[in-house]
């Protein structure tokens, strides 16, 4: 199994930024890509950004120039940083991590608990 925990939500003024964590952890990890979703209430779950295992990322229209992925592959982490933030940004923001481990040999999606965003006009 993979265990992921994410850190870093909070409240914030419009045009200020915030940095999102999420640490993964399992026995004979190995991860693939890891992406960012968010969800606002009443919404669907959508995909904000992605960075595969090379380096390559991918972000949603709404977030280019303001966000930035970035993954540390020593740490089994992903980052989130949010800078320019706006209401509109207001959600629930869960990280997906594509992995296997030593006890799950075939690559599954693990997501993890969910972290509060919030950005006061």
């Known amino acids: 199994q993979v265990q992921l925990v994410e850190s870093g939500g909070g409240l914030v003024q419009a045009g200020g930024s915030l940095r999102l964590s999420c640490a993964a952890s399992g026995v004979g990890l190995r991860i693939n890509a890891m992406a960012w979703y968010r969800q606002a209430p009443g919404q669907q779950r959508e995909l904000v950004a992605v960075?595969?295992?090379?380096?390559?990322?991918n972000y949603a229209d709404s977030v280019k120039g303001r966000f930035t992925i970035s993954r540390d592959n020593a740490k089994y982490t992903v980052y989130l940083q949010m800078n320019d933030l706006r209401p509109e940004d207001t959600a629930v923001y869960y990280c997906?991590?594509?992995?296997?481990?030593?006890?799950?040999?075939?690559?599954?999606?693990?997501w993890g608990q969910g972290t509060q965003v919030t950005v006061s006009s």
């Open positions: 997906q991590v594509g992995a296997s481990t030593i006890s799950s040999i075939v690559p599954r999606d693990y």
């Open positions: 960075i595969t295992s090379g380096g390559y990322t």
